[in-house]
């Protein structure tokens, strides 16, 4: 029996407000920045930012140009960081903003690479640091936090003028790249004090078009100074240990047009909050995000493990709920500095509810704590490729439901989708996906899209098709694509590029899904296809039976002359295209691993001996990669190039001795909110096992020690110097060699107690109480430098 899920689009909406909101951009820049009620303009144009969170001073500063240009290969446009004041001013007065915490030259890179970028001064931050980013010294103030208490305002406006003077010169006026700054965060019931803290900020020289505030848990905002920025998580680190996967994270995974997310920071806060309401601000402000989790921190007593395909559903299904800026928190993780004073991790010790590691913000982001390409990393890169190219056209169009939806979050039957549209185009999203209670699959799918005000109504596809189990996808309706008229594609769109004066759109295939290619008869010319059929029906030409792969290109001559042609990549080739600036034009590169933009030179990361990347289109002159020419061959429409052939193992076993066994596992000691705490430092030197590691010194620079192990918490020392930890949740524990001080490197690891109450992933929650090294290898992390002929 065929399901046909059918949707009818609304009156066209009433124009949104414009010139309501007091945010100005600097007067005469190129492009300026402008807020209606629905969604962002840059230049005029509606823009679609992609804002990802990379906290500078928990990353070595040597490396972070690096990493923002992987950021921007990720499709990232935007870099947030928070300004952590503990890290910068531990003790009072003495200021340091050097070597991993020159945050000027974090901004300027940033500039320098074409990023915008965000700075969240505070002063409290959260970001799971100790006292939320405020130094001992403050607290010892007999002063009220985080209010207007002149003492405490006192304290903050030394660190104000001194973040601005760190970013003078780096604002919009003088064509730097800070196009936002948030001020405090998760302050849900303080408007009076956030606007002082704006005021305070302006006084302080800082400047930018938008002023941004956290919006989740039904905030109060000052009326109409701080743009809301909204979050959305997959899971929770600071839940309870036994209450299961949250509601709150539950309904991330359907369309809905609820902005708020009550949940998140709920540790800290009442879940509602007297006088508010839940999305106040939707009449005014665009649907706009800060915090959609990009991955996961741990905690002691709750240790999450999120899966790529969680992340990926949650970003897409963002973008058919409404979205209009897509802000991940983290996208990169990071290591917490070593404090002077004390470490600098959240803790029960400081009267936080939840034990942090002491060192490891890892959060499982898409790029981690040492640089790692994660598969989320992939999953998400697919989806800003779509809003680089087609952001300007989703931003404004509104997010539409169907006229069946599930009856609740218990629903897992009903089919998850929605459209966004102006009427006449749009882009069908559907997510099939879910963390911990799968999704089944959805035979004999069809949709209907009625579009009445151009009296149009689309039936889709011309043969059912079954939505796999764990599926999430976007679908255009009626693109125009260099005049051609794509009626729709059961493919997702990638983005676009220029082959010899041809408009080349990419698709990515879903897997299980066969891809079909609906083209209005009446803007086609001519069309060829390398497999598959091409059958008249109505007004439309259906290409059908296509291949998807490197090959699968369908060539258009279109009615006014144009040329397009329609690449239909598999799934898997889909999650390796890169797009940028490469030898003098804009082309695909295809990589399994990762791949950086840098001017005149694309630099290759990757963990394989015998690498390869793919080019579309070609360079005329076979490339030189490290001083060497490649030949190419070809690989589909592309040209595929070798690189890194027998340049020997990439994964060595690791050496690792035992020198204690464990003993018993120690006492479970409860804290804030009766949790379990993370066990004292005594007995890493007591009780844990105790591992050497022989750590070779001709290691090639990059090298991870990578460690399958099981336990409660681990430690890594040299000397007495604790180097890297992780609490256990069955994933394997990287340490970045790089960053060793030269000695003995030995591990400590500790077993979980029988009865702790802490929650583990299922897949991991039989192996704590055993503490051992399973298995340590060598990861060997190459890169290349790939130049033009």
């Known amino acids: 029996m065929t399901h046909s899920h059918r949707l009818r689009f609304p009156a066209p909406a009433a124009p949104p407000l414009t010139g309501h909101l007091p945010f100005a951009d600097a007067p005469g820049v190129a492009d300026p920045i402008e807020v209606t009620s629905r969604w962002l303009t840059r230049g005029g144009r509606p823009w679609f930012p992609v804002s990802g969170e990379f906290h500078y001073s928990r990353y070595p500063a040597a490396e972070w140009e690096e990493e923002l240009l992987k950021m921007k290969a990720g499709g990232v446009t935007a870099v947030a960081s928070y300004i952590i004041w ?61 209010t207007d208490d002149p003492a405490y305002l006192d304290a903050v406006r030394p660190w104000f003028a001194a973040v601005a003077e760190q970013l003078r010169g780096l604002d919009r006026a003088s064509g730097g790249p800070i196009v936002a700054v948030q001020i405090e965060n998760e302050l849900y019931d303080q408007p009076g004090h956030l606007l002082t803290l704006k005021r305070m900020a302006q006084e302080a020289g800082l400047s930018a078009p938008l002023w941004t505030s956290t919006a989740w848990g039904g905030v109060q905002l000052p009326p109409n100074e701080l743009l809301p920025l909204y979050g959305g998580y997959t899971e929770t680190f ?165 006229e069946r939806q599930p009856d609740g979050q218990d629903d897992r039957e009903t089919l998850r989708w929605a459209v966004r549209g102006d ?19 959805h035979p004999e799918t069809s949709f209907t899209v009625e579009l009445p005000h151009i009296h149009q109504t689309l039936n889709l596809p011309s043969t ?76 439309r030409l259906l290409v059908t039976g296509v291949r998807p792969g490197t090959d699968a290109l369908v060539e258009v001559d279109t009615a006014d002359g144009g040329r397009v042609g329609l690449l239909v990549l598999d799934a898997a080739t889909a999650r390796t295209v890169y797009r940028g600036e490469a030898w003098g034009a804009e082309r695909l590169v295809l990589s399994a691993d990762g791949v950086v933009f840098d001017r005149d030179e694309v630099r290759l990361h990757g963990s394989g001996a015998d690498t390869s990347f793919a080019v579309l289109p070609a360079p005329e002159r076979a490339p030189v990669v490290d001083g060497e020419p490649v030949s190419g061959a070809p690989d589909g429409v592309f040209t595929r190039y070798p690189v890194g052939s027998g340049a020997g193992p990439v994964v060595e076993d690791a050496e690792v001795t035992l020198v204690r066994p464990a003993g018993d596992a120690p006492p479970t000691v409860t804290g804030v909110l009766d949790r379990a705490s993370a066990p004292a430092d005594r007995y890493f030197d007591t009780v844990a096992a105790e591992y050497r590691v022989e750590v070779p010194e001709d290691l090639p620079p990059g090298t991870l020690l990578r460690l399958h192990w099981s336990g409660d918490v681990g430690r890594a020392y040299v000397g007495d110097t604790l180097v890297a930890d992780q609490f256990y949740a069955g994933r394997v524990w990287d340490i970045g060699v790089d960053r060793l001080p030269v000695g003995e490197l030995r591990l400590r690891l500790l077993p979980l107690g029988a009865d702790a109450p802490v929650y583990l992933p299922p897949q991991a929650a039989a192996d704590g109480r055993t503490a051992s090294v399973v298995r340590a290898e060598w990861i060997t992390r190459r890169t290349w430098s790939v130049r033009a002929g």
């Open 464 to 539: 059912p098709v079954t939505v796999p189990s764990g599926a999430y996808f976007c679908w255009p309706l009626r693109l125009d694509v260099a005049g051609l008229r794509l009626e729709w594609a059961t493919a997702q769109p990638v983005c676009t590029v220029d082959v010899d004066g041809r408009t080349v759109l990419v698709l990515a295939a879903t897997d299980g899904v066969a891809p079909e290619l609906a083209l209005a008869a009446d803007t086609v010319a001519a069309v060829a296809t390398p497999s598959g059929d091409v059958t008249p029906v109505d007004d």
């Open 86 to 146: 503990i890290h910068h001013e531990e003790t009072e007065g003495r200021v340091c903003f050097d070597d991993d915490l020159d945050l000027r030259r974090f901004a300027e890179l940033c500039a320098r690479h074409g990023l915008d970028f965000i700075p969240r001064v505070g002063p409290w931050s959260h970001a799971e640091v100790r006292n939320g980013g405020l130094p001992n010294w403050v607290l010892a103030r007999d002063c009220k936090i985080r």
């Open 238 to 402: 600071w839940t309870e240990a036994d209450g299961g996967w949250p509601d709150t994270c539950r309904k991330h995974f359907f369309f809905t047009h609820q902005r708020d997310d009550e949940g998140i920071g709920s540790d800290l806060r009442p879940m509602t909050v007297r006088g508010s309401e839940p999305d106040a601000f939707a009449d005014r402000f665009p649907w706009a995000t800060c915090e959609l989790g990009g991955g996961m921190a741990v905690s002691y007593h709750r240790r999450p493990y999120v899966d790529p395909d969680d992340i990926g559903a949650l970003g897409l299904t963002k973008i058919g709920c409404g979205s209009v800026w897509q802000g991940y928190y983290m996208f990169h993780g990071g290591t917490n500095p070593a404090g002077e004073l004390t470490t600098l991790q959240e803790s029960h010790a400081t009267g936080y509810p939840n034990d942090l590691p002491v060192l490891t913000y890892d959060f499982q982001a898409p790029l981690g704590e040492y640089g790692q390409y994660r598969r989320t990393y992939h999953e998400l890169r697919l989806q800003h490729l779509l809003l680089a190219d087609f952001g300007h056209l989703i931003a404004p169009m509104e997010s539409v439901l169907p």
């Open 423 to 441: 009427g006449s185009c749009g882009f069908l999203f559907v997510n099939n996906h879910q963390p911990h209670e799968p999704l089944p699959e």
